[in-house]
């Protein structure tokens, strides 16, 4: 995604230069998607959006749950790392369904949030870093005044917030690209060697292809081994 699509989304629907400013430090970042340094620029954006100066990036982990990535002092790092774990329902309720979502620490809709951040922080405002569907994780803004976060801010959080989703989501892709041709790239390493090595016994103990194949084969079952294996043993000096 380039610097001047976003350009023209956030001219399109949002109308100020501040977005564009966030998108593009956001995407001319050399931190790697989804690390720290990532996640500590993608916070800066959000609470310079927000005009808020608190909160925490948290990012979906390994084993499908959410864990704090990043936040803007390490007491609220560590209340939101357990907030995920305790699987708070606002915060899961944000990705799971992907819309913005506001709460008030000190009524009823407060419920579960930690006795240190509801001591601090009146309202906690939840962002889905979110792509066509796929919730990667949520931007929490946490706001000392209740009910301060006006319509033009959080819009401004939810677009950054969406863009982050984005780069998560081609992140994400770019990852298993290199997965699968790394895959197939071996899969063809390994018949070439096998290919190989079936010339290679035919010629040695006077067989055909097919029988050079079963003793390449046989030999790999007997000792429970991969045939790729047994072919680059076979054949001398590889």
């Known amino acids: 995604m380039s610097t001047e699509a976003g350009r023209a989304t956030v001219s399109a629907g949002q109308g100020t230069y501040r977005e564009t400013d966030a998108f593009r430090e956001l995407v001319s970042s050399t931190a790697t998607v989804g690390g720290a ?30 864990s704090a990535a990043h936040a803007s002092d390490p007491g609220l790092l560590g209340h939101s790392a357990a907030m995920a774990a305790a699987g708070w ?9 992907g819309r913005p979502l506001s ?37 929490m803004v946490c706001d000392r005044v209740p009910d301060r976060l006006g319509a033009r801010q959080a819009d401004a959080v939810s677009f950054i917030a969406a863009a982050a989703g984005l780069l998560v989501s081609h992140a ?16 063809l390493d390994s018949r070439v060697l096998v290919e190989q090595a079936k010339g290679y ?17 046989e030999k790999a079952r007997s000792e429970r081994r991969p045939l790729a294996d047994v072919a680059k043993e076979t054949l001398p000096g590889v």
């Open 37 to 66: 340094d990532w996640c500590r620029t993608l916070l800066m954006c959000a609470t310079d959006l927000a005009t808020v100066p608190d909160g925490a990036v948290l990012l979906r982990n390994g084993a499908g749950g959410l």
């Open 103 to 139: 709460v008030a620490t000190r009524r009823a809709d407060g419920a579960g949030v930690p006795d240190g951040i509801a001591g601090v922080f009146a309202g906690l405002h939840l962002f889905p870093v979110s792509h066509r569907g796929d919730g990667h994780g949520v931007v």
């Open 172 to 187: 994400q892709e770019v990852a298993e690209a290199r997965r699968l041709a790394a895959q197939l790239q071996h899969a």
């Open 89 to 97: 329902g606002p915060l899961l309720e944000c990705l799971d369904t």
């Open 201 to 217: 016994v035919a010629g040695r103990d006077g067989h055909d292809i097919g029988t050079a194949f079963r003793v390449l084969r």
